[in-house]
């Protein structure tokens, strides 16, 4: 029985091979095909990104792989290019018309992009084996659109009766108080909404998701997605506030001349002129806290759903990730990119996958696992193109 269980309990580092320097060269033929072709070889471009990424991480002795072919990927490509330009053809022509159109395409949003989990689904594979994703439509609709929208709405109504408070407050205190209920009205509400989100879209995701016809599955509770935010929101709350501390005196000279009704352009330039470093101070910050907190908080979601999320409940995900760390290199990845004016960019993304690899592990016996392979297809990626045009955030 201890045998069993030590088998049982076995965890395997998930692996990246890739070299910043082996990529680079496939990442620069990509970039000047890509521009001697017009943009044509893109869809080629991409395929052989997404095979060297897959190729090169290894679970268990075993390697992903990736099967698109760079043809489907291109006429999706193209049906998204004539689609855009229908849309502004008709929208110059007859404009009620391209609302309509505009409106009708928002509502497909939530199809699209469950097509495209599921064909980046079906086009990866593991040991031979493709994953799947299978999702109910109306429950997509519901995750993804319907309960978003009621959220934010009522976030609009909550913000529209502070605005009209503010509209009556007469003096530098009165704004102060309104700034500081807001933050206390709004931060758990912001809180809630995200956590109930990311709830619902997570769930969603691996919840319909397959490895052959297995499945994966993972008890997700808003509760802890609510938690992940609102500690999120806690840590950029202070540097929101050192913010505007620096940058008080501009506000409150702002304030001073909307109540006498105004300001010329010479004043207007002359206050941002004599205020220019505390603003740069004040937006400096904000950045800072902005990256420490949702850096947090994309590791705080991340090892807790991949802590929850099991395969046919013989094999577990594990996450490792830590925030300053991950930090770490967002800032590094960022600073090399910009000095090496983007072309170390390839070196970047190697860095991040190696990271990520390093921070993902499987628990379970691998070579017990019985996993049936599934035979469906999923050829068109459109759906895939118009995700990606948006840059909607769809991937996990």
């Given at each position: 029985m201890e045998n069993n269980s030590s088998q049982t309990n076995v965890r395997h580092q998930m692996l990246f091979h890739g070299k910043g320097g082996e990529y680079f060269s496939i990442w620069l033929v990509?970039?000047?095909l890509t521009g001697i072709t017009l943009g044509i070889y893109s869809a080629w471009a991409t395929?052989?990104?997404?095979?060297?990424?897959?190729?090169?991480?290894?679970?268990?002795?075993?390697?992903?792989?990736?099967?698109?072919?760079?043809?489907?990927?291109?006429?999706?490509r193209l049906l998204v290019l004539v689609g855009v330009i229908i849309f502004y053809v008709l929208l110059f022509v007859a404009p009620l018309a391209g609302v309509v159109a505009l409106l009708i395409f928002v509502g497909l949003i939530p199809w699209f992009i469950i097509r495209n989990w599921r064909y980046n689904a079906i086009m990866s594979s593991y040991r031979g084996v493709r994953f799947n994703?299978?999702?109910?439509?109306?429950?997509?609709?519901?995750?993804?659109?319907?309960?978003?929208?009621?959220l934010i709405l009522g976030?609009?109504?909550?913000?529209?009766?502070?605005?009209?408070?503010?509209?009556?407050?007469?003096?530098?205190?009165?704004?102060?108080?309104?700034?500081?209920?807001?933050?206390?009205?709004?931060?758990?509400?912001?809180?809630?909404?995200?956590?109930?989100?990311?709830t619902l879209q997570h769930d969603l995701y691996v919840n319909?998701?397959?490895?052959?016809?297995?499945?994966?599955?993972a008890e997700l509770k808003k509760a802890a997605y609510i938690k992940f935010a609102l500690f999120s929101l806690l840590i950029f709350?202070?540097?929101?506030?050192?913010?505007?501390?620096l940058a008080g005196s501009f506000f409150a000279t702002l304030f001073q001349f909307a109540l006498m009704g105004g300001m010329s352009d010479e004043m207007a330039a002359t206050l941002l002129i004599s205020h220019a470093f505390s603003l740069f101070l004040m937006v400096l910050v904000i950045l800072v806290g902005a990256m420490i907190s949702s850096s947090y908080h994309?590791?705080?979601?991340?090892?807790?759903?991949?802590?929850?999320?099991?395969?046919?409940?013989e094999v577990k995900l594990n996450s490792s990730m830590q925030t300053l760390p991950y930090m770490g290199l967002l800032i590094t990845n960022s600073l090399i990119t910009v000095f090496s004016l983007g072309f170390a960019a390839p070196v970047a993304e190697v860095r991040h996958a190696r990271y990520m690899a390093q921070s993902t592990q499987v628990e379970g016996d691998l070579s017990l696992l019985t996993v049936q392979a599934h035979h469906e297809t999923a050829n068109n990626a459109i759906?895939?193109?118009?995700?990606?045009?948006?840059?909607?955030?769809?991937?996990?």
């Open positions: 990509n970039l000047l395929v052989r990104r997404r095979r060297y990424f897959y190729g090169n991480t290894e679970l268990n002795g075993d390697r992903f792989d990736y099967h698109a072919q760079p043809i489907e990927i291109l006429k999706g994703y299978q999702c109910k439509t109306g429950r997509a609709y519901w995750a993804l659109l319907f309960c978003p929208m009621l976030l609009y109504a909550v913000i529209i009766v502070l605005g009209v408070i503010g509209s009556n407050a007469e003096s530098i205190g009165g704004v102060i108080t309104l700034a500081i209920g807001s933050i206390v009205v709004l931060v758990p509400l912001f809180a809630v909404i995200n956590g109930v989100i990311a319909n998701l397959h490895f052959g016809n297995s499945p994966f599955s709350v202070p540097f929101f506030v050192i913010a505007m501390l994309m590791v705080a979601q991340r090892n807790y759903l991949f802590k929850q999320t099991t395969l046919k409940g759906a895939e193109e118009v995700v990606q045009a948006l840059d909607l955030g769809a991937s996990f």
